[in-house]
Each structure stands twice: as structure tokens, then as C-alpha cells.
């Protein structure tokens, strides 16, 4: 696979913006995140503020930009990445199924992730609670599991943990009927808290408790502070400056995920703007190491 020069995850306007401008100027790019586009883009009913399209639908506009990158030649490749860690002069993106990427600089487009962790959360992130079933679910052989999910799309995850893990809960976040495997248990209560309990972790719902060995929550994004280790942040949104650059030397950020105002223009600029600051910054690395 090698290392590429720009990783860009997201791929609503900002993402696929950077991953073109990136393109244009040469950059070998590694474009991350679903191959439907985001759903933010694909479900909205009209758009009346986006330059160019005057009253497009949410198709519509999803259409154009996948039009746009295909002309490009510019492939999604379908993952979501749980981890990013810096190794100096590179980084190391975690996938599913522990796929491991490597980029000189990072472009995070993952949008904002909507709601508050839920107390208890981030304590015990890595000591019973967990953002990905494929990484973890091996963890759980014999043990149960309480699976918190988003939307439709995590069921196959909770499918594999189901092969692994003795019992497995499902609390789905969503209104669609979740389509499992007969193992998994399904439970529509609403979770409130998760805390310690000697070795097992307990979930308070709204109607009682479970004890488990673990509690897995799949959002559609993780919140920035958990995927890269080290990123400041300014409530939950990552802090940048106005090159999207982070405190991070070579990572970048862009659209919703930077702040305030949601907007799909906003976005595409931001990650033109994301892009071209990752071009210098490896323009500069280059000078640098002559
Ligand atoms: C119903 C609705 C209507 C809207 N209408 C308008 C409007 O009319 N005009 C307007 O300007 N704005 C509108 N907005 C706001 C607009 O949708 C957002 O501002 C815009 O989509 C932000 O783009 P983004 O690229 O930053 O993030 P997003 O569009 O949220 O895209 C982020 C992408 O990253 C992916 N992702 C997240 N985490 C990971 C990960 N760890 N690994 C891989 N991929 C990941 C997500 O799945 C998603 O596909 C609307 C929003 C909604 C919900």
C-alpha cells in the first residue's frame, strides 16, 4: 500500500474537497469513509444556498460531487477509522478489521459528532468500553457484550462480535428493526450511564441495569479528542487556525468538524483551504530534508 502524502477522512463536502484539491496538486491521496457519500449531504430535501446548484436535493448535490470525483479518478476506500497516532514525520491511521494506513499528513472531515459522550464514557474508554466490535470483539470470547449502535450499518458489526462474544445485548439508537443474527439479543431501553463494577462494567438504562464485560458504542463519528491522541479541542470541535491547521504538525481539519456555521460551502472551502495547507506542509518537509 505504501504511504501516501494526504489522508482524508470524511466523505461529506469537506473531505471530498480536500482529497480534490490534494489531487489537483499532485499528491498521491488516500480518500477514507463511506462509498455513500454522507448521509447529511444524500438526505437533505433542498438546498438553497450552495453556489452553482440552486435548489439541489440532497441526490443532487450528492450526485454532482460523486460525478466530480469520479471525472478525478479519485476512489473512496471504504473504512472507518477508529485511530490516529503520530510517529514523528508520519502517521498511523487504524482501520476496521485493524487495517493499518500510513500518510505523511492527515486531513480530519468526520463532521461533528452529534450528542455527548455519555457519563462514564471516557474514563473507561479502553477498560470496558470500546468504539469498534472488529477490534475488540476477540477480547470477548466467552464473555458478553452490550452493543449501543447509531444505525443500521454497525450490524454486521455486532454480528462478528456475536460469533465471538457468549451473548451479545443490542440497543439500537435508530427507528429501522435491526436485522441480526438470532444470538443477539435485542433491547429497547435507553442507556443513561455505564460505570465500573469490580471487573464487569454496568449500564444504567432508563427501565434497570445490565452488568456485562463490555460496552461497545458505534457512532457514525468518534469524537476528535479519542481518534487522535494529543489534539486539542474547543468543545467538540477540533481547534484551528484559519490554514485548518491543528496543534499537530501535518494534521488538518475542516468543515463541521472545525466549528460553526454548518454549511455545505463552508465545508468545500474549508478543505480546499485544509488541502492546499497539507501541500505546504509537505512541500516544506521536503525542503527541509534536502
Ligand atoms: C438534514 C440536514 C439538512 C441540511 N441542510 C443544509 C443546507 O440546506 N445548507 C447547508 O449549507 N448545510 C446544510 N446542512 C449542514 C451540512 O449537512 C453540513 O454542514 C455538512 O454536511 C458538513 O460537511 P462535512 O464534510 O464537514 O461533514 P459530514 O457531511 O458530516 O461528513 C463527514 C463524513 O465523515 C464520515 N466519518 C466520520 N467519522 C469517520 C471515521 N472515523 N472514519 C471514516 N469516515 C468517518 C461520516 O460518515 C461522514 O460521511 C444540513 C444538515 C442536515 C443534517
Redesign the pocket.
Given at each position: 500500500m505504501g504511504r501516501y502524502d494526504i489522508a482524508v477522512?470524511?466523505?461529506?463536502?469537506?473531505?471530498?474537497s480536500a482529497a480534490i484539491t490534494g489531487t489537483v496538486r499532485n499528491k498521491k491521496v488516500l480518500l477514507?469513509?463511506?462509498k455513500?457519500?454522507?448521509?447529511?449531504?444524500t438526505?437533505?430535501?433542498?438546498?438553497?444556498?450552495?453556489l452553482g446548484l440552486p435548489n439541489a436535493g440532497?441526490e443532487e448535490l450528492s450526485a454532482a460531487f460523486q460525478k466530480h470525483i469520479d471525472e478525478m479518478g479519485i476512489e473512496i476506500t471504504e473504512?472507518?477509522?477508529?485511530a490516529i497516532y503520530g510517529m514523528g514525520d508520519y502517521y498511523v491511521l487504524q482501520?476496521g478489521e485493524n487495517v493499518m494506513y500510513e500518510a505523511t499528513s492527515v486531513i480530519l472531515?468526520?463532521?461533528?459528532v452529534a450528542g455527548k459522550p455519555f457519563p462514564g464514557e471516557e474514563e473507561n474508554l479502553g477498560r470496558g468500553v470500546s468504539y469498534c466490535a472488529t477490534c475488540d470483539a476477540a477480547l470477548y470470547r466467552g464473555k458478553n457484550a452490550v452493543v449501543i449502535a447509531y444505525a443500521p450499518k454497525e450490524e454486521p458489526e455486532a454480528d462478528f462480535l456475536a460469533e465471538m462474544a457468549d451473548h451479545v445485548y443490542y440497543i439500537p439508537m435508530y427507528k429501522e428493526e435491526p436485522q441480526l443474527s438470532e444470538k443477539i439479543e435485542i433491547v429497547r431501553k435507553k442507556p443513561v450511564s455505564m460505570e465500573r463494577d469490580g471487573s464487569k462494567m454496568k449500564l444504567v438504562t432508563d427501565d434497570g441495569e445490565i452488568l456485562t464485560d463490555g460496552i461497545f458504542i458505534l457512532r457514525?463519528?468518534?469524537s476528535p479528542k479519542q481518534?487522535v491522541p494529543g489534539l486539542v479541542t474547543d468543545g467538540p470541535h477540533v481547534a484551528v487556525d484559519l490554514q485548518m491547521k491543528t496543534n499537530l504538525p501535518g494534521c488538518f481539519a475542516?468543515?463541521?468538524?472545525?466549528g460553526t456555521?454548518?454549511?455545505?460551502?463552508?465545508?468545500?472551502g474549508?478543505?480546499n483551504v485544509a488541502a492546499l495547507s497539507a501541500v505546504s506542509y509537505l512541500d516544506e518537509l521536503k525542503r527541509r530534508s534536502k
Open positions: 477522512i470524511g466523505t461529506g463536502p469537506a473531505g471530498l477514507l469513509g463511506s455513500d457519500l454522507s448521509l447529511k449531504v438526505k437533505a430535501h433542498k438546498i438553497a444556498n450552495y440532497g473504512d472507518k477509522i477508529n482501520g472531515a468526520t463532521g461533528v457514525e463519528a468518534i481518534l475542516c468543515g463541521d468538524i472545525a456555521p454548518y454549511q455545505y460551502i463552508k465545508a468545500a474549508q478543505g
